[in-house]
């Protein structure tokens, strides 16, 4: 053997341990990946039982459930804005068996409250799912059967009407307080424990005007028991096309409570990667993006990057909106 043959070999030896060695750690990373999970996930859901928000994840977690062979079992920790559960992820192990089905609830509650127990730049984006928006719905006998109807109704006697919203700082409220700013009106807000106690007291008469999510108030419209005005998205929902959005009246008006799925700070990256492509494909099924439709929500998916560069956004408006409009727990 000559030299020329001597280099030769020792070339195409070196060569095939490092392609070895690249194999190994690409081999790696991909079993480690497909590894995860090999036993139950508990998905974070931050409102009670029969919410809005709980029926989406629950939808979410069947599909997700037999996709990933392991069990999807939904734990409810509601309050506080939903920051309950934020802060019980940022405690989680960072080993992707704890995620949470979240929205932009988390986002807010940062700015008004003074300890929430987590921040929210460091929990794990593993991907967006949708979005959700609201309702701006008035009780049948109030003067008004549009928006614009109602902006002048409300114009003309500012301060005299109240309406009612889910909570202090939730993003129907912030919705509210929004379209307060853009139409130049002036309305009393009157916070409830829920959407459902709000929308049986405007049925009732007890208050005129709500800002609420939209599926409750669709089936009680329906029913002749309420008016439903708008949404508060750019577009109308395909869940109820007959009504108008609110921009269709403020030109540029959008107010969406964004729902993405979150995994605890640390979280290894084949892990979200694993996480992001079943979410993908969960709510790429038909039959998931019907029911989400009929509960009112959009399905929209992302990347890990675009859930990260969502979340610098979101904490920037949303903050704006709630020191422009000096919310504060009451």
Not at 9 to 18: D, I, Q
Not at 162 to 190: D, R
Not at 271 to 276: F, K, L, S
């Amino acid at each position: 053997m000559n030299i020329e043959d001597t280099k030769f070999s020792r070339r195409h030896v070196l060569s095939a341990l490092a392609a070895g060695i690249v194999g190994s750690q690409v081999a790696g990373r991909g079993a480690f990946a497909q590894a995860y999970p090999s036993r139950p996930i508990k998905l974070l859901v931050g409102y009670p039982p029969g919410g809005g928000a709980d029926i989406l994840a629950r939808i979410f977690a069947n599909k997700l459930s037999p996709l990933v062979g392991q069990p999807v079992v939904v734990e409810n920790r509601p309050g506080a804005g939903s920051t309950i559960a934020a802060a019980a992820l940022a405690s989680a192990p960072p080993d992707g068996y704890t995620l949470f089905f979240a929205e932009s609830g988390i986002l807010v509650g940062t700015t008004i409250y003074d300890k929430v127990g987590y921040d929210p730049l460091t929990l794990t984006p593993v991907g967006i799912i949708g979005n959700l928006p609201y309702s701006l719905v008035v009780n049948p006998s109030f003067p008004a059967q549009n928006v614009r109807e109602l902006i002048d109704v409300l114009k003309a006697s500012p301060g005299k009407y109240s309406y009612a919203s889910p909570g202090v700082g939730n993003i129907a409220h912030l919705s509210a307080e929004m379209f307060q700013k853009e139409a130049g009106v002036q309305i009393v807000h009157v916070p409830y424990k829920g959407g459902t106690p709000a929308l049986a007291d405007l049925v009732g008469g007890q208050i005129p005007i709500c800002f609420v999510s939209l599926p409750p108030a669709l089936a009680l419209a329906r029913s002749g028991k309420l008016r439903l005005l708008a949404v508060t998205s750019t577009k109308r929902s395909p869940v109820s096309p007959d009504t108008p959005a609110i921009a269709e009246t403020l030109p540029g008006f959008n107010s969406v409570a964004s729902i993405f799925l979150l995994a605890p700070p640390g979280t290894p990256a084949p892990i979200v990667e694993r996480a992001n492509a079943a979410m993908r494909e969960v709510m790429a099924m038909k039959d998931v993006q019907s029911d989400f439709v009929a509960q009112g929500a959009t399905v929209e998916t992302s990347s890990p990057q675009a859930l990260a560069t969502l979340f610098k956004d979101e904490l920037a408006s949303w903050g704006s909106i709630v020191k422009s409009a000096n919310v504060k727990m009451e």
